[in-house]
């Protein structure tokens, strides 16, 4: 059964980066068939889609959050990454890791989702 | 932007009764070529991981209940829930994945009236 964890610091100060490993399990990330995705949602408010990278490197991401997102495979671990820089307090929130289905945008499973407060 | 409006914002309803929650879209994700509606259902409970219960707009994910059910075309979606549980308790959010950014609704929460 695949899995999925986040890990990550809890608290990440103003202006910092901000970054998270989601751990899959039960699955390769190598799989070319799946993309690998991150969401977020701010207390009190809906979700957000961050961005999406594939077992090669192939990315996409959400325009809004675009010049500050980058992320990662390590398929030796079978992890994928997410590094949100100049963090502000809006950026505090529940970030989720999700696979991607096979060549659509909906995200099942995904992870238990890790909360991340900005603040100093 | 393709924008995701749902409504009501919450809603209370009876065990056994019908829940009916709605999304509409800014505009179209039915996709021409294939004829298929670009829209996901979501259900989010406290301290769970979020689960996917519908995609194509009315293609139930495997495991879900069949008391959950999908509906709608073009900008008008619905999500049902027949025969409410206590275990339907959650926020429920809509999704589309017709084109990026992939926009979610903001959300419905239903209780137990």
């Known amino acids: 059964q695949l899995q999925l964890q986040e890990s990550g610091p809890g608290l990440v100060k103003p202006s910092e980066t901000l970054s998270l490993t989601c751990t899959v399990s039960g699955d390769s990330i190598s799989s070319s068939t799946y993309y690998w995705g991150w969401i977020r949602q701010p207390p009190g408010k809906g979700l957000e889609w961050i961005g999406s990278i594939n077992y090669s490197g192939n990315t996409y991401y959400n325009p809004s959050l675009k010049s500050r997102v980058t992320t990662s495979v390590d398929t030796s671990k079978n992890q994928f990454s997410l590094n949100l820089s100049s963090v502000t307090a809006a950026d505090t929130a529940v970030y989720y890791c999700?696979?991607?289905?096979?060549?659509?945008?909906?995200?099942?499973?995904w992870g238990q989702g890790t909360l991340v407060t900005v603040s100093s | 932007d393709i924008v995701m409006t749902q409504s009501p914002d919450s809603l209370a309803v009876s065990l056994g009764e019908r829940a009916t929650i709605n999304c509409k879209s800014s505009q179209s994700v039915l996709y021409s070529s294939n004829k298929k509606n670009y829209l996901a259902w979501y259900q989010l409970k406290p301290g769970q991981p979020p689960r996917l219960l519908i995609y194509w707009a009315s293609t139930r994910e495997s495991g879900v209940p069949d008391r959950f059910s999908g509906s709608g075309s073009g900008t008008d979606f619905t999500l049902t829930i027949n025969s409410l549980q206590a275990e339907d308790v959650a926020v429920y959010y809509c999704q589309q994945y017709y084109s990026s950014p992939y926009i979610f609704g903001q959300g419905t929460k239903l209780e137990i009236k």
């Open positions: 999700a696979r991607r289905a096979g060549g659509y945008n909906w995200f099942d499973p």
